[in-house]
Structure formats: structure tokens, C-alpha cells
């Protein structure tokens, strides 16, 4: 008697891996849309802030546009920051313009007049639904 491993012993350990590492891509692929979008939702509220205490700092007007899935933050033609709005969430933000940061650190309407209001936007991940508020001055309020 030979001693070993036959070729159907073989083929079957590496279907029983090929299983159990499916299985792990799959879970591993879903976690890790989930943390992006978890770190989306944390990174947009700081955008705005962002935006506006450097608008402050520059001394400068800047704008934030949502161009498709990116959010930019620009000066004149020029791209200062980017945010990408990752697979699965979906905000209520319309294309173009969204506000404008002017010095000192205040948020305005895209035309550049004052906000009567602090702006209100929802963001949408799966089945869940965020209500982002954002003051006069770029804080920003998010409530589920």
C-alpha cells in the first residue's frame, strides 16, 4: 500500500477551499463598501466645515459643486478638494453649485446672497436616510 494522497482526495480539498474563500471575498467585499459609506457620511459633515474655515484662512471665496458622484470644493477654476460619493449612497443635492464659503467662514447661496435658512439635504445609504443641516457658518448637524 502506497502511502499519499489520491487526486479525488486532492480535488476535493480544493473545492472545499475554493468554497470557503468565495465565501469570505463576499463578506469581506460587502464590509468594505459598508466602511466606505460610513466614512462617506463622517468625511461630508467635516467638508463643509472645511470649506468654510478655509475660505476664512484664504481669504477667498470658494464654492462646493457636486459634478456627478464628486463633490468639489473650488477657487475659480481650480479644484482645492474632492470628495467622491461612493457606490450605494445617494444624496439630495442637485448637480452644480451647492453653496458658496466667503471670508470670514460664512456659507452662502450659490448666487452668493445670503442663506434665509441653514441649508437642509438628506443622504440615503441603503435603507437608511440622514438629514444633514448646515449652519451659517459651516457646522453641520446630521440627525438619522
Do not use: C, H
Not at 30 to 49: D, K, M
Not at 53 to 62: I, Q
Amino acid at each position: 500500500m502506497k502511502k499519499g494522497i489520491t487526486l479525488i482526495e486532492l480535488l476535493v480539498v480544493i473545492a472545499v477551499m475554493a468554497v470557503i474563500l468565495s465565501i469570505a471575498a463576499f463578506g469581506g467585499r460587502r464590509t468594505l463598501l459598508s466602511q466606505e459609506q460610513a466614512a462617506f457620511l463622517r468625511s461630508l459633515q467635516g467638508l463643509f466645515w472645511q470649506g468654510a474655515t478655509e475660505a476664512a484662512s484664504r481669504g477667498e471665496t470658494l464654492v462646493l459643486s457636486r459634478q456627478g458622484n464628486r463633490l468639489e470644493i473650488r477657487r475659480g477654476s481650480q479644484v482645492v478638494r474632492t470628495m467622491d460619493i461612493p457606490q450605494g449612497v445617494s444624496l439630495s443635492l442637485g448637480n452644480g453649485d451647492v453653496v458658496r464659503f466667503t471670508p470670514p467662514g460664512k456659507v452662502e447661496s450659490p448666487s452668493g446672497g445670503i442663506l434665509s435658512a441653514p441649508l437642509t439635504f438628506t443622504v440615503s445609504v441603503g435603507p437608511r436616510t440622514y438629514t444633514y443641516t448646515v449652519s451659517l457658518i459651516g457646522e453641520v448637524k446630521v440627525s438619522p
